[in-house]
């Protein structure tokens, strides 16, 4: 893929980019070594100094944010605001919590193992390449980076190929921040150049968020250079409703959960799963709101749902729409592209699903959302872990017995009751199965690019 914007809404190319040449990436890659063992010997005070004005910056130029993250990728300006918002706040989080989350620890009876002092260290690893998606342009590797950063670490980026000035903009913020020269590097470059970083001895360790074809990559090369890495590589998260639930709430959050970033969100909840009786009751107020949705331009401020990232995408989506009507799939509302520019896709709910469709089995990156029906929490327990996933999961219930065992029972990282699959900073975040491992943000976060150091004095 060529490194360029291309507008969504429009399908026209905005702006190209040329490729880092292989001596101008080794330069980089040399900084950011260099740089990291000087950075890593700066206080956590320093760190927190230069976070807090990377932060201060995005929060004053978050309307040029978003219309980056509009223009380039296609997400809703009111969106993207608010991603620019999220960034900030990230950034303050961990500038306000890395010195807690990454001080010793001491073992309270060094004695016991013959020692006067006996301690846990958490020490950075080094240069840390992060291989990132479009479709959260700038939160996703804020979560990435500011941990990072604040635990001395420096970071290289790799970022879709599809959002090189929202890249750019953020080499920019950190820069214009304070932070010296080589903590932070975008790499304008293809994805066949990934592996050669990979194995570059400078650097150390890697985090990517994407497709699993992808993550397998990037897996099997680390592991055979022995390097650490987490992986995220999306989800097809279960919603569901029981009786007890209120379902005004329940469809309005259901809206919401399905139609988030236009449908491309890896937490988004993609499969619906209701409770026979009150499936008829929910289906009825969940397709009625799909269908109010207004699909358009993205910078237009009445606009809930903007166009698909990349032609390729749209085609991915029709694609699984017509597999699963052509096996006997109904479709209750959407399930057709309007015509005219741009890459959108109307939001559509899909129900009759059996098994041996590809939607059953595939994460669909839009709006588009699987309706099934269960006769109980065994039922439904058992659709909603017939996945290959375990990213999020959300289920909605007032019985208690009932929430106890969805957060027992639902194979995911994450369990939201009553509420949609949200990152917070505040939170661990992160799969199982296919959806990847290891955690970013909360202290887990922090310390998965951290060297645990035991420190033993007699």
Known sequence: MAIATINPATGKTVKTFEELSEAELQQKISLAYDRWRSYRTTSF?????RM???????????????????????????AAHAEAVKCAYGMRYYADHAAEFLADEPLADPSAVGAKRALGRYQPLGPVLAVMPWNFPM??????????????????????????????????VFRRAGFPDGCFQTLLISSRRVESILRDPRVVAATL??????????????????????????????????????????AATAVEARVQNNGQSCIAAKRFIVHADVFDAFTEKFVARMRELKVGDPFEASTDVGPVATEQGRADIEELVEDAVSAGATVLCGGRRADGPGWFYPPTVITDIT????????????????????????????????????LGSNAWTNDEAEQERFIADLDAGQVFING?????????F?????????????????????????????
Not at 45 to 49: D, G, I, S
Not at 213 to 226: F, L, N, Q, T, Y
Not at 432 to 450: M, N, P, Q, V, W
């Open 45 to 49: 005070a320093e760190r927190a100094e």
């Open 52 to 78: 807090r004005a990377a932060a201060d910056l995005f929060e004053k130029e978050a309307d040029l944010a978003a219309d980056l993250m509009a223009t380039e990728m296609g997400k809703t300006v009111a």
């Open 139 to 172: 939160w996703q590797v804020m979560r990435f980076a500011a941990p990072a950063l604040m635990a001395g670490n420096v970071g290289l980026l790799k970022h879709a190929s599809n959002v090189p000035q929202c890249a750019l903009y953020l080499q920019d």
């Open 209 to 250: 968020t994407g497709s699993e074809p992808a993550g397998r990559s990037v897996a099997a090369i680390c592991g055979d250079e022995v390097k650490h890495t987490v992986l995220e590589l999306g989800g097809s998260d279960p919603f569901v409703v029981m009786p007890s639930a209120d379902l005004e709430r329940a």
């Open 355 to 390: 098994g041996d469709m590809r939607i059953h089995l595939e994460e669909v990156f839009g709006p588009v959302a699987s309706l099934y029906r269960a006769d109980g929490i065994d039922q439904a327990l058992e659709i909603a872990n017939a996945t290959t996933f375990g």
């Open 420 to 428: 949609k699959t949200v990152s917070y900073p505040e939170l661990p």
């Open 430 to 458: 992160g799969g199982i199965k296919r959806s990847g491992y290891g955690r970013e943000l909360s202290a887990h976060g922090i310390r998965e690019f951290c060297n645990l150091k035991t420190v033993w004095i007699g």
